[in-house]
C-alpha cells in the first residue's frame, strides 16, 4: 500500500479537482504504491505522483494509463480530460519523461528496409482441420455477434461437438476484421487462472518482461491492450467462471472467445453459440472428404449407417472417416458391423491418440461420485429427472440439478420437453463399459439389438441387391461383433 500524499494545496479550482479525483480512483483500488502502479502503467512512479499533484493538468497517455492501472474507465476520463484541456486554453506541450521506454527489439524483427514494426502480432492460435463441414448458420450468427454485438462470444456443446475447430474456422472468417493477433490459451487445467495466462499474453504483445506486472495488475494492462488493438484471443476448455471473467473487458475493438462444454451461466455480458450434432448430410460429406468420396458413394447405405451409430458427433465421424481412410482393404460396412456390437464399440471409436473413451473417460473422472452414480442410473431409468430420483432415492429437484451437472460435463443434452434429458447411444456405451456401472439388465439386453436394427434399417444388410462380398461381410461383422483391428 503506498504511503500519504501531500494534502492537494487546493481542489477549488479544475486541475485540482481532477487530482483529488485521480487520487480517490487509486484509493478504491486499494491504495497501491506509485512504484506498483508503474509495473502496469508502464511509465515513471514519479510521472504517476505528479500526474495527481493537482499542480498542473498531466498529458493524457499519462492520465489513461493512471485511470487503467486503477481500474477506472478509459474513455470516462478521456472525455473528462479534453473538456479540460479545452477550458484551460492549451493543451500542455509534450514532456519528454511523460514516454514510456522503448521495448527493445530483436534483430529478427527488423526488416530489409531497417524498421521495425510498430508492434507485435502474435499468432498463437493452433492448426485447424482441412476437413471442415457445415455450420454455416451458426458461424454466421457468430460472425455477426461479434462484428456487432460485443467483446465477448462464449462457444458451448457437449464433448465431441467441434467447439475449438469452429473458433478456428470463426477466426479465419474473422482475421481481416481483427488483423493486430491472435492469442491463445488452454484452460483446462485446475490451476489455471486469468493472472496466470495474461503475463504471456502481454509478452505476446510486444510488453518487455521487466514491466509485465506480477500481480493482478496485470489484467488491467491487458484490457487497455485489447482496446488499444483488434486482436482475437481464444480461451479453450474453460471449467468455469472464474478462469474467464477477469479477462473480459469493454474493448469494442477485439474478441475474447470462449470455448466450455459447461454453459458458464455466471458470466453477464457475453453472446452465446451452442453447438449441436452434425446434420446427416454433413457426416456424410466428412466422411467422404476425410476417407475418400468415390469409396463412400460406392457404399452410402453403410455410410448412412455409420453415421447414424456414431449419433452424427462431429469427434466421432472424424475417428471412423480417418479409420477408413488408413485402411483401404476394410469395407464400410464391416467397420459399420463393428459399431454395432455396443459392448466393444468404445475400442472402435478410436485413431493414433484420439480415443473417443479416453475423451468421455477425462469427463467421467471429473464428476461427483452422485453424478456419476447419477448417470449409471440414467441409463437404467431412462432420461428424465423423475426416474433418476425414483432410482436414487431422492427429490426430483435434487435430481434435476445432478442431470445439469452432466449437460455441464458435456455427457448429456437437456431435451426439448421439461425434466428430460438426452444421452447418446455412445454415452450410454461409455457407461455401461464403465467399471461399477450398474445398468439394469433389461437396458443392457436391449442395447445391442437397438444397434442391429439401426444397421439393418439403414443398410438393409440382407438386400439381393447389394454387392455379395459387401453383404456377407457386414452380415458377419453384425453378427460376431467383431472389432477391426
Not at 72 to 94: D, H, K, M, N
Request: aromatic share 4%; hydrophobic share 45%; proline share 8%.
Amino acid at each position: 500500500m503506498g504511503r500519504p500524499e501531500r494534502p492537494l494545496d487546493s481542489v477549488q479550482d479544475p486541475i485540482g479537482e481532477f487530482a483529488s479525483d485521480l487520487r480517490a480512483l487509486r484509493s478504491r483500488a486499494g491504495n497501491p504504491s506509485y512504484r506498483r502502479l508503474a509495473r502496469s502503467a508502464m511509465f515513471a512512479p514519479s510521472v504517476l505522483s505528479s500526474a495527481a499533484s493537482g499542480h498542473r493538468l498531466p498529458s493524457l497517455p499519462v492520465t489513461l494509463a493512471f485511470v487503467a492501472a486503477c481500474g477506472g474507465e478509459p474513455t470516462v476520463w478521456e472525455r473528462r480530460w479534453r473538456e479540460l484541456a479545452a477550458a484551460q486554453g492549451t493543451a500542455p506541450p509534450p514532456e519528454k519523461q511523460d514516454a514510456p521506454p522503448t521495448p527493445p527489439r530483436s534483430p529478427s524483427t527488423v526488416d530489409r528496409t531497417g524498421r521495425a514494426p510498430a508492434a507485435a502480432r502474435p499468432a498463437q492460435l493452433p492448426m485447424g482441420t482441412s476437413t471442415f463441414v457445415g455450420r454455416d448458420q451458426a458461424l454466421a450468427d457468430a460472425a455477426r455477434l461479434a462484428t456487432h454485438a460485443g467483446p465477448a462470444l462464449m462457444i458451448s456443446g457437449p464433448i465431441g461437438a467441434g467447439k475449438t475447430t469452429f473458433a478456428l474456422r470463426l477466426a479465419d472468417e474473422l482475421s481481416a476484421a481483427l488483423p493486430d493477433g491472435q492469442l491463445y490459451a488452454d484452460l483446462s487445467a485446475a490451476t489455471s487462472s486469468a493472472t496466470g495466462v495474461v503475463p504471456g499474453f502481454l509478452h505476446a504483445l510486444g510488453v518487455p518482461p521487466a514491466y509485465v506486472p506480477d500481480d493482478a495488475t496485470s489484467i488491467g494492462l491487458f484490457r487497455t491492450m485489447l482496446a488499444q488493438r483488434r486482436l482475437f484471443v481464444l480461451l479453450e476448455n474453460a471449467t468455469d467462471e472464474r478462469q474467464v471473467r477477469p479477462l473480459l473487458g469493454r474493448s469494442t475493438s477485439s474478441l475474447i472467445v470462449v470455448t466450455s462444454r459447461a454453459r458458464l451461466l455466471g458470466l453477464d455480458g457475453v453472446h452465446r453459440i451452442d453447438l449441436g450434432v452434425l446434420t446427416r448430410p454433413e457426416s456424410l460429406t466428412l466422411i467422404g472428404r476425410l476417407a475418400g468420396e468415390e469409396r463412400i458413394r460406392a457404399e452410402l447405405d453403410a455410410a448412412d449407417a455409420l453415421a447414424e451409430l456414431c449419433g452424427d458427433l462431429p469427434l466421432a465421424v472424424s475417428v471412423v472417416g480417418r479409420r477408413i481412410a488408413a485402411r483401404p482393404e476394410w469395407t464400410v460396412a464391416g467397420l459399420a458391423g463393428a459399431l454395432a456390437d455396443a459392448e466393444r464399440v468404445m475400442a472402435s471409436l478410436s485413431v493414433g491418440d484420439v480415443k473417443v473413451r479416453d475423451i468421455f473417460a477425462a469427463a467421467y473422472r471429473r464428476l461427483t461420485p452422485t453424478a456419476r452414480q447419477a448417470l449409471h442410473e440414467l441409463v437404467a431409468a431412462g432420461a428424465t429427472a423423475g426416474g433418476v430420483a425414483a432410482s436414487m432415492g431422492i427429490g426430483v429437484d435434487a435430481a434435476d440439478e445432478l442431470l445439469e451437472s452432466l449437460v455441464d460435463s458435456g455427457l448429456l443434452t437437456r431435451a426439448d420437453s421439461t425434466g428430460r434429458y438426452g444421452m447418446s447411444a455412445l454415452v450410454r456405451a461409455f457407461a455401461m463399459s464403465t467399471p461399477h456401472a450398474a445398468p439394469a439388465p433389461a437396458s443392457a439386453a436391449a442395447t445391442k439389438p437397438e444397434a442391429d436394427t439401426i444397421v439393418s434399417r439403414r443398410m438393409n444388410l440382407g438386400r439381393a441387391d447389394l454387392p455379395p462380398r459387401v453383404r456377407a461381410n457386414a452380415l458377419s461383422f453384425a453378427a460376431r461383433g467383431d472389432v477391426l483391428a
